[in-house]
């Protein structure tokens, strides 16, 4: 039954036609998934509360603001244009616990990963993630 579950793998005029908040909601569940994985697979004995408390501190906004500034200069052009995008976007939701800076910068962090995702860039994916790890 999962091998018929198939991602819809669009290409990067389509990702790029998507709204901004579209390409951030599929980045978000992509990174969290990823960071949950990554905390389980080093941390079998951590019971479910406290791998979730653990991904907090990799999935907040300031966390993820303080991953794109430290890589928003190795970004391409494709990519910096969708996170300025995704950044520049206007939520219609208001940060309870973040900074705007920090919440806007999240959101665009979350497009350029769900765009990533979403057109099969695996390799930039995994570079996104590796400095994900090494910056938080």
Not at 37 to 42: E, G, R, V
Not at 47 to 55: G, L, P, Q, R
Not at 99 to 126: C, I
């Amino acid at each position: 039954m999962l091998k018929d579950l198939k991602v819809k793998e669009f290409t990067e005029k389509e990702a790029r036609l998507l709204n901004p908040l579209q390409l951030a909601l599929v980045g978000d569940g992509v990174y969290e998934l990823f960071i949950r994985n990554s905390i389980l697979a080093n941390n079998i004995e951590l019971s479910a509360h406290k791998m979730h408390v653990k991904a907090i501190g990799y999935v907040k906004a300031k966390s993820q603001s303080a991953i794109m500034h430290a890589i928003e200069e190795y970004l391409t052009e494709d990519e910096s244009y969708i996170f300025k995008r995704g950044r520049n976007a206007k939520s219609a939701t208001v940060p309870k616990n973040a900074d705007v800076r920090d919440y806007r910068m999240a959101t665009g962090f979350e497009a350029l990963v769900g765009y990533l995702y979403l057109t099969g860039n695996n390799e930039r994916l995994e570079f996104v993630f590796e400095n994900a790890l090494k910056i938080i």
